[in-house]
């Protein structure tokens, strides 16, 4: 391609991706970074995808016969495969208008995916049930926007960690814009030792990491030991239903493809986060989908994910069409299979096998 072939290129990109979100510099910034990885870079990102045909299945009848949920696993040759996954999904999400990298569940059909985010944030906030000033400890805390606003609703200090080194950056320089200094962030990783002192949190909350546990029964240990007495745990994340059955060659079949739009590692039945959660002293308070202020449940999150990725396809069409000299051809063929796999994540969740935001209350018992 000629120079200034890439330059027209890149002024017609750039001014129409100003006009499109009405300029956004998150949003610019992502595009322009999507823009100038390099292949190496790029062919990181589409193998690390390989990882999420992996993992363990655990189902309901594994549950009733005892089967480990244990992922016997190098975690820290995954934990650099994920980050390859996440250092390029992060600027996807951030131009689909995800910062907040999850579908949450549908409390008001009437508002936007990110409004629907902070009501289900708000029922977080509400079930951690603390007093102004506590400590909260996030993990797996994304690019700390939910750290913020949990933040801001509890009025207390929040901890967030995660093992992308380009969120945690992104959350510090966030925090700061917002001039919040009651966030904390930093490395943590779920499947080692939690880097605080025994009994230093009031309340801890998860936001859909914990596929990438490998072994749940460390995990309730550790919070146990940084969570005070009394302690609230509220965790929101991906759960297999009652209905999963990992024999069944259909059900097969969807969860190998939607595990790759998830970004899922491993897939438990909803009943083991339980047992393990008790096995270490935690009482279950709440195990199951979300509920309005009003008791009654949410709409599921298949109408929520399909305005993601309505979303998702019209800004892809957008970019291919602005996009007249190729400069994201390298990202087409993603594209393509996440609207590929998004079918089989539909119709999994119509079918309800599974749950990306199922909600757990555990509190630390004395
Ligand atoms: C689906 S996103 C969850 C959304 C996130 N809570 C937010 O605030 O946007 C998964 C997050 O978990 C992080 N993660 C993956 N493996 C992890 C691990 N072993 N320990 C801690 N964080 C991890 C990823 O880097 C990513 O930021």
């Known amino acids: 391609m000629h120079n200034w072939q890439i330059i027209i290129s890149g002024f017609v990109v750039f001014f129409g991706i100003l006009l499109y979100f009405y300029i956004d510099l998150e949003i610019l910034k992502s595009y322009y970074n999507m823009a100038t990885y390099s292949k190496k870079d790029y062919k990181k990102f589409i193998d690390s995808y390989s990882l999420y045909e992996k993992g363990i299945t655990v189902d309901k009848n594994d549950y009733k016969n005892n089967v480990s949920h244990i992922y016997e696993t190098n975690f820290e040759k995954n934990t650099n495969i994920i980050n390859e996954t996440y250092d390029i999904l992060h600027d996807i999400c951030t131009i689909i208008g995800l910062k907040k990298m999850y579908i949450p569940p549908e409390f008001d059909s009437n508002k936007s995916i990110q409004e629907n985010q902070e009501l289900h944030e708000k029922n977080i906030a509400k079930s951690l049930n603390v007093k102004p000033n506590s400590k909260i400890l996030d993990v797996g805390c994304g690019c700390g926007r939910i750290s913020n606003f949990i933040s801001k609703e509890t009025n207390s200090y929040v901890y967030g960690i995660n093992i992308n080194k380009k969120h945690i950056e992104d959350a510090i320089n966030f925090s700061k814009k917002e001039k919040n200094d009651k966030t904390f962030f930093k490395y943590g990783n779920l499947n080692e030792p939690i880097e605080f002192e025994d009994n230093f949190f009031d309340a801890i909350y998860v936001v859909q990491p914990l596929s990438y546990c490998n072994n749940l029964d460390n995990l309730f240990k550790e919070f146990r030991r940084v969570l005070k007495p009394n302690g609230k745990i509220v965790l929101s994340d991906y759960v297999l239903l009652d209905d999963f059955d990992k024999n069944n060659e259909n059900h097969k079949k969807l969860l190998f493809s939607s595990k790759k739009i998830m970004e899922a590692l491993n897939s438990r ?47 892809y069409k957008t970019i291919k069409k602005m996009d007249v000299f190729n400069i994201l051809k390298t990202y087409y063929d993603f594209f393509d299979n996440w609207e590929l796999w998004s079918n089989d994540l539909i119709e999994a969740s119509e079918k309800k096998l599974w749950y990306m935001s199922w909600k757990f209350v555990f509190q630390n018992k004395k």
């Open 269 to 315: 039945y909803y009943k083991y986060f339980e047992k393990s959660a008790e096995k270490n002293n935690f009482k279950t308070l709440y195990s199951d989908y979300f509920k309005k202020d009003d008791n009654t449940y949410t709409g599921s999150e298949i109408n929520q994910l399909k305005g993601a990725l309505n979303k998702c396809s019209s800004i």
